[in-house]
């Protein structure tokens, strides 16, 4: 092969990667950022009923 046609590939091939890294790590981010979201307000959630219920 001409050095051209294995630049294009290589170049294809780390597009392709870069590609999936970068979905997986939204979809990461996506999950557990969500979750500790939540989870904090459900902390907030809590005091405020102890200090409603004191």
Do not use: P
Not at 10 to 20: E, F, L, N, R
Not at 25 to 50: I, M, P, W
């Amino acid at each position: 092969m001409d050095g051209w046609l294995k630049a294009l590939i290589a170049c294809a091939c780390a597009v392709i990667i870069i590609g999936g890294g970068y979905l997986a790590f939204a979809e990461y981010d996506a999950k557990y950022s969500s979750a500790a979201r939540t989870n904090a307000l459900l902390d907030q959630n809590r005091q405020t009923l102890e200090r409603l219920s004191d």
